[in-house]
């Protein structure tokens, strides 16, 4: 099988991080000027969520690892500041892609999500907690800010998985 590492593009992560900046700014000005508990509510939340992705994204810029690793052990996801790291080939399932106010995300379908989220930080298991509460999969790769063609890596995706009959099994029984 095909191993493929893709490098973090600095563009898009540059480009991830000004915009942050700017929602953080937004939101800390709705919390300035709120005339409402709800305009308030909704400045606090986005400070804290988007000051939280923004400053977890800055040490990004300087990491040498690859974005997103995918080889005959599994999937390794540093591709944001929310990646879970390893997973392995036995813990995936299945994988969709999702194209999502233009970017594309990679949901993975695991075997048991709160067992992978255990083995990262307390933070990033709490975002990836809220990911079905936003219609999205717990285990999401977000593909912005790396150089691939999407559906290319759905189908490498898919054949590490097509090697592994009793993930066919356990699809048709669902």
């Known amino acids: 099988m095909n191993s493929v590492s893709l490098p973090h593009n600095r563009t898009k992560q ?14 800390i000005f709705m919390v300035l ?31 040498k690892e690859p974005a997103l ?45 709160r067992r992978l989220l255990l083995r990262v930080p307390l933070g990033k298991r709490l975002v990836a907690r809220l990911n079905p509460l936003l219609s999205y999969n717990p285990i999401t790769l977000v593909l912005s800010t790396v150089d691939v063609a999407a559906e290319e890596l759905l189908e490498l995706v898919e054949a590490h998985l097509e090697d592994r009959p009793w993930v066919a099994r356990h699809n048709e029984a669902l």
Not at 45 to 58: E, M, W
Not at 80 to 96: D, N, R, T, Y
């Open 33 to 63: 000027v709120a005339e409402s508990v709800f305009v308030l509510l909704g400045g606090v939340v986005g400070t804290l969520l988007f000051g939280y992705f923004t400053l977890r994204g800055i040490p990004h810029l300087k990491r």
């Open 69 to 113: 690793i995918i080889d005959e052990t599994g999937i390794t996801d540093h591709t944001m500041a929310l990646g879970v790291g390893h997973i392995p080939w036995s813990e995936v399932l299945g994988a969709e892609l999702h194209k999502h106010y233009g970017q594309f995300l990679l949901e993975l379908d695991v075997v048991d999500y």
């Open 14 to 27: 540059l480009l991830t991080l000004g915009g942050g900046t700017l929602l953080t700014s937004a939101s």
